[in-house]
C-alpha cells in the first residue's frame, strides 16, 4: 500500500514597502497595496515598515522600521539607510521571498515574473545618463531576495558605519558593491522598471506638447529624483526650465 505524498505548499510570497517621515502619506501605501493586488496573481502578504500606520489599510501589516544607529544631522538627506534593515537575520519572523518596492512607484502591468526570475538577489540597474560609463550600481526601488539570507549586509554596515557612509552615497551603492563582490547581484530585465523621468518623458521639444507616456513592456514605472506621481499627473516638475505635459496614465493605475 502506497501512501500518497502531501501536496507541496507554495513558497510565501511577501511585498514590502517602507515608509518613513512626513514625505508620503497613508495614501501612498494603501495605493500600493491596491496596484499590488490588481497585478499579482495568487496568495501574498504585504507588509509596510513603519513609524507611523496611521491611515493606512488593514489588509497592510505593519511593523516599526528596525532601529538603526544613525547620527543624520537634520536637514541633511538620510541617503534611504533605513532599507538596509530588510536584511536582518530575522525580520519579524517573515519567511519566504520578498519583493521590496518604494512607495512612490507607478505599477502598470503584472508583477507575477518579479517572483519567478532566477537569482538570488534581483534590482534594478540604475539608469544610466549619457556621460556616464556603465555601473554596477542598482536602483533599489525594487528588489528581491530571500528573507534572512544576506544578513551580513547589514551586519558589516552596522560594524563599519563610518567605513560604509564615506565610500557610498547611499544604500543602493552599498548593497550593490557588497553583493557583486559575493557574486549574487543580478538585474532585472531593462524594460521593466523604466524611469518616468528618463524613458516616460518625451525629449525636447516635444515634451511641451506630448504627454508622457507608459514606455513599451514596462511593468513598473520608477518616479525619482525630480518627481512624483501628483506631480507628474499636474504636469510638474522640480527642474527650473523643464516643461512637462500631464500624465493622465497616472491616474488610471495610480489609485485604490
Known amino acids: 500500500m502506497t501512501t500518497a505524498a502531501l501536496p507541496v505548499a507554495p513558497p510565501e510570497r511577501n511585498v514590502i514597502c517602507m515608509k518613513w517621515g512626513t514625505k508620503y502619506g497613508p495614501e501612498y501605501v494603501n495605493r500600493l497595496y491596491a496596484m499590488v493586488r490588481r497585478h499579482l496573481g495568487g496568495a501574498f502578504r504585504f507588509v509596510c515598515l513603519t513609524d507611523d500606520r496611521q491611515g493606512i489599510r488593514a489588509e497592510v501589516d505593519c511593523f516599526p522600521i528596525p532601529a538603526l544607529e544613525l547620527d543624520v544631522p537634520p536637514g541633511t538627506p538620510d541617503r534611504a539607510w533605513k532599507k538596509l534593515t530588510t536584511f536582518s537575520a530575522d525580520l519579524y519572523g517573515l519567511t519566504g521571498t520578498a519583493l521590496f518596492l518604494d512607495v512612490d512607484v507607478v505599477i502598470v502591468g503584472s508583477l507575477d515574473a518579479f517572483f519567478e526570475e532566477p537569482g538570488e538577489f534581483l534590482i534594478i540597474r540604475d539608469y544610466r545618463r549619457p556621460w556616464q560609463t556603465r555601473r554596477i550600481t542598482g ?118
Open 139 to 256: 536602483n533599489s526601488s525594487v528588489y528581491r531576495f530571500e528573507l534572512g539570507a544576506h544578513p551580513d549586509v547589514l551586519a558589516y554596515f552596522k560594524a563599519h558605519l563610518g567605513e560604509v557612509q564615506s565610500r557610498f552615497r547611499n544604500e543602493q551603492a552599498y548593497l550593490s558593491d557588497f553583493l557583486h563582490r559575493q557574486g549574487k547581484l543580478r538585474y532585472w530585465p531593462a524594460a521593466w522598471c523604466p524611469s518616468f523621468k528618463y524613458h516616460s518623458i518625451p525629449r525636447w521639444p516635444a515634451n511641451y506638447w506630448t504627454e508622457p507616456a507608459v514606455p513599451v513592456d514596462a511593468r513598473i514605472v520608477i518616479f525619482h529624483g525630480e518627481c512624483n506621481p501628483p506631480d507628474a499627473l499636474a504636469g510638474r516638475r522640480n527642474r527650473r526650465f523643464s516643461a512637462m505635459r500631464p500624465a493622465g496614465w497616472v491616474a488610471t493605475h495610480w489609485k485604490e
